[in-house]
């Protein structure tokens, strides 16, 4: 048994990692990475493509086995009670995962009766799901007549409809135009303030990681680089220096890497879709 | 037992949503049993070249056509949900606390019902060509039966070739290769006596087999099944379980 198991989570986490790690044959995406997020923030993974983001978000969320190392999120062992954490989730994955043949309100109704919500307050959630999104007159329309920023509010609003206690948003604004952008970052706000969920994005935009996150952690080749408030570490890096000069301090020759054709595919892929 | 069932009628729910948008997948399949029962079904019945006791060749092999059009439409099932993977909606879906039977049992429960629409197609055809249908209920119930358990035999193993090729390139060569030799080694154009011992074997082991037989005695006036019906129901019905398990085990590797 890993020391780590023995430990436990820290009781004020609303996502702890100890030596997380993921292997792919001979490729380490993940390597021993210490993640403590405390309940309530709104937490940035910040790196270059390929740096292990995704895979970092996709363990967390039970959507992949770790190789080693141990994860909890709200409270519970992501390997152990998968389900329970499940309960407690919300995910809005960097690909369209709202279903472009069916409504709004289709796929809210799908979201809800997933999420075990039954009759009157199954109703409820989704008429609020609406509002919150801000696409009650468009309810009854097909979402591939949607415009990407309408797309990200409704599958945000389709990942909370359970009041999750950790909401994971994998480059939450790619793709969008900047009123967009600001939309959704107005919704994140809006549900760390009236929910008090947790908030875990990864992003390359390092606008939206000063504008939105508490706190920062920045991966580099699947280890952790560096973590901090953003003001500390520009701080760290110098006395005018903006969170791109720290972005480029400690991500450094990875900046050329750009990630594999998976990542790049990926990322232009939902671009496209989005734009 | 309740949460399941509620989690897959809402998967369902939404497939038939689709289906009900976009039905000229639908007709588009009707044009295969239109050719077979049309042109091969009328051409044999002259040439009385297949023995089928006192069944006209046209009524023989129309159940086998019915079988194959629900089998043919339900081996590229596996299509959309590698659609779907590429999207990221089988990423939501297996983020929620549903059961993972659950989710793939709503996919095969939608195929089931689309299997029913396409009974339907099949069976303006053979009317218009006129085979001798049965049309009291009993038949009707147990032939609608047989459709929708065929169906969603044929979709859940469709899905478990989706989880383990993972691309629509591979997939598409693997439903090619798949559907003529289960359409042959099956009693829809001939009977099991006809065939040589090893492919009556092989017949055996064909989930299509079942169907055909079920089919045959309950569309067709005179149509006599080979098997009983708690056999061939119980043997379709242990396939999809086994094939439900596997593909419940194997749908969350999608998102990996």
Redesign the interface.
Known sequence: MLTADLAGPPKDAAIATIALSKRYGHFQAVDSLDLNVARGRIFGLLGPNGAGKSTTI?IL????DASSGSAWVAGFDVAEAP?EV??R???V??????????TAL?NL???A????L?GAVRAARVSEALAFSGLEAAAGK?VRTYSGGMIRRL?IA??TLHYPEVLFLDEPTLGLDPVARRTVWERLLQLRQTKGMTILITTHDMEEADVLCDELALLHQGRLAVTGKPDELKAQVGAHATLDDVFAHFSGAALDHGGNYHDVRESR?TIH?LG | MFAWLYESAAVADAEVRKLMRDPTELFSRAVQPVLWLAVFGQVFSQVRGIPTGKLDYLDFMAPGILAQSILFSAIFYGIAIIWERDLGIIHKLLVTPASRGALVLGKAMAAGLRGLVQAVVVYLVAVALQVDIRWEPLPMLTMAAGVFLGSCIFSTFSLIIACIVKTRERFMGIGQLLTMPLFFASNALYPLELMPGWLRVIAAFNPLTYLVDVLRSAMIVGGESAYSMPTSFGIMLLVFAGLLGLAARLYPGLAR
């Open positions: 996709k969320t039970t959507l992949l389900v499940r309960r989730i919300g995910y994955p960097q690909l369209l995962s709202a279903d472009g043949a069916l289709e109704k799908l979201s009766r997933l999420q075990g039954r097909l599958e389709q990942a892929g879709r």
